[in-house]
């Protein structure tokens, strides 16, 4: 079935800790998407991706990156994980047709 | 500027009831607009979508949404809600060359027995 997953689902990490929130897609989607939100409120996006090797930074300035090496992959990295960034961060792909989100994974960094 | 917004914050109904979520927008050029759902612990859904034709679009689980280019808005109805309703309904709307989205803050429905 085409869904896109994330993984994890929660996790809770210490300060300075390098993380990568998994992002994998099986629709063939070339537009992928990273968002941030905080809870019952708006999405801000952070990250996007037209395609293979192809990252740009969103609206919402972050401290993470991305990579885009294969069409169902968009892993997001933080270097030095901070409390600042606790948050539910929401993976998406899309295509002529609209958006499908993952699950989100909720980070707390403590 | 693309922006959507969403006055309310949270709306009441109880079941069997019509229900409006509003949302108004602000494009350059025409608007590509949607609506989606998110229930608690899950990711966002979506429901309908306007890009262009008619002016009343009809999505899933009975909700429809419509579209009024002189008011800048794109209110979500149904015609009679369902406690299952209840959730966090959120309005987009796509860049004008498609490479962002922007959502609405999230109106929260609540749906009484």
């Known amino acids: 079935e085409a869904d896109i997953y994330q993984t994890p689902r929660y996790l809770v990490i210490g300060t300075g800790k390098k993380i990568t929130l998994e992002c994998s897609q099986t629709m063939g989607h070339d537009k992928m998407y990273w968002y941030q939100q905080d809870p019952g409120m708006e999405l801000h996006l952070i990250h996007y991706s037209y395609g293979v090797n192809s990252t740009e930074k969103g609206d919402l300035s972050s401290e993470s990156t991305v990579s885009r090496i294969r069409t169902e992959h968009f892993p997001l990295t933080l270097e030095s994980a901070r409390p600042s960034h606790t948050s539910q961060y929401l993976c998406?792909?899309?295509?002529?047709?609209?958006?499908?989100f993952g699950s989100g994974t909720r980070l707390t960094v403590v | 500027a693309q922006s959507v917004a969403q006055p309310e914050d949270q709306v009441n109904v109880a079941e069997g009831n019509p229900l409006t979520v509003k949302c108004t927008y602000s494009v350059s050029g025409n608007p590509y607009l949607f609506w989606y759902v998110q229930y608690p612990n899950r990711g966002l859904q979506f429901l309908l979508k306007y890009i262009t034709g008619d002016n009343l679009v009809k999505g899933s689980y009975g909700f429809e949404a419509e579209f009024n280019k002189s008011q800048t808005s794109f209110h979500l109805k149904k015609p009679s809600a369902l406690v299952s309703d209840s959730a966090l309904y959120f309005c987009?709307?796509?860049?004008?060359?498609?490479?962002?989205?922007?959502f609405g803050s999230g109106t929260k429905l609540n749906v009484k027995p």
């Open positions: 998406a792909s899309s295509d002529d047709n609209g958006y499908t």
């Open positions: 987009a709307v796509m860049g004008y060359n498609f490479n962002k989205f922007y």
